[in-house]
């Protein structure tokens, strides 16, 4: 799934094997990125700013982070992994906002 993408990039099939794992893990994100935006635009259209704008500084730079590190140090931790923290810090944004 995630090999087509990556071997533009590269011929190296080790790094496309890595980056299609990569990939797997981050594909939630595409559709998280759109409802948490909308949810956020509206807010932002609506002059309440600072209740989204917490949590999502927060989620970018706090809790992707903390989850990135803390999902790397799982026994046997792989990309996929460490990928699901960045739809797992909108998740956070979202319900938090």
């Known amino acids: ?34 409802v948490v935006f909308s949810f956020i635009r509206y807010f932002n259209g609506h002059g309440k700013t600072l209740p989204v704008m917490l949590p999502g500084i927060s989620a970018s730079f706090l809790i992707r982070v903390l989850l990135s590190y803390m999902f790397s140090l799982k026994q046997g931790a792989d990309l996929f992994d460490i990928g699901l923290a960045v739809p797992a810090a909108s998740v956070y944004a979202f319900f938090f906002s």
Do not use: D, H, W
């Not at 993408?5 to 890595?18: C, D, G, L």
């Open 1 to 34: 799934m995630g090999k087509v993408p990556s071997s533009f990039f590269t011929e190296n099939e080790a790094y496309i094997a890595r980056s299609a794992e990569y990939l797997k893990g981050f594909s939630p994100e595409a559709i998280l990125t759109c």
